[in-house]
């Protein structure tokens, strides 16, 4: 299996890190305003969200699809990625179209089949914004998750839950479930971007560049795919052989 060196692109701060992951969406656009975004949601793509809104991005021909959302969750949930995401993006921007998983779908099985086949239709994801948790989780795969992995419900590992237990009142309230992209349908986006920010990522970077290519740290399922770029600030990139 042919493996890839991510491009990695090192920012003197969050700030800095949000402004250039910028850039390359408002690229992509101005490439192609027709373009289909996947996107994320947690803590780290706020900024970019806030940048993109700041430069009035043009979403009017762009179809987004967002990488998970909570189970079960209602969208009308406060801390529903559904809610996340109109608060950050829709509310300001609107795109020709928007898709997220129904968190409270009655059918699941259905429910992410639909999912994956809207994406086929749109034409595939042309850029995909990613995360990494502690563990090296991207989306909510998991630890252990195969690279062959589709659009499904998974359940939470508890560092996940601890680290997502800061949105919520308190621990006991968050979802232990989600329904997420699979790695194989991320690894199929033309493009790929990862964000990363702070000491607490540091280690999973340091796993996608130099660590094997291993289910049980799913960052590096990233490794197979040729068009990566990792935008980190320097916390994150301290464990980096960089300049």
């Given at each position: 299996m042919a493996t890839h060196t991510p491009n990695l692109i090192v920012t003197e701060d969050y700030a800095a890190m949000s402004r250039i992951a910028c850039d390359i969406v408002m690229g992509q656009l101005a490439q192609r305003p027709d373009s289909v975004l996947g996107l994320a949601t947690g803590g780290t793509p706020v900024g970019l969200y806030a940048q993109l809104c700041d430069r009035h991005a043009d979403l009017s021909r762009t179809a987004v699809f967002n990488l998970d959302e909570y189970y079960p969750l209602s969208r009308q949930h406060p801390q529903s990625f559904y809610q996340f995401m109109k608060q950050h993006v829709y509310d300001s921007l609107k795109p020709l179209s928007w898709d997220i998983p129904d968190g409270e779908a009655d059918d699941i099985i259905r429910e992410c089949a639909r999912y994956e086949t809207a994406i086929r239709e749109s034409g595939g994801l042309d850029l995909q914004v990613l995360g990494v948790g502690r563990n090296g989780h991207i989306g909510f795969n998991e630890p252990g998750t195969s690279f062959a992995s589709r659009t499904r419900l998974v359940s939470l590992k508890q560092e996940t839950v601890e680290d997502n237990a800061r949105f919520f009142e308190n621990a006991s309230l968050v979802p232990l479930q989600a329904v997420t992209?699979?790695?194989?349908?991320?690894?199929?986006?033309?493009?790929?971007?990862?964000?990363?920010?702070?000491?607490?990522?540091?280690?999973?970077?340091?796993?996608?560049?130099?660590?094997?290519?291993?289910?049980?740290?799913p960052v590096t399922a990233l490794r197979l795919h040729p068009n990566v770029h990792v935008i980190a600030d320097r916390q994150a990139a301290a464990l980096l052989s960089v300049k």
């Open positions: 992209m699979g790695i194989a349908t991320i690894l199929e986006a033309k493009s790929i971007m990862l964000l990363a920010s702070g000491s607490a990522k540091a280690e999973a970077l340091r796993q996608l560049f130099y660590g094997r290519v291993s289910t049980e740290v």
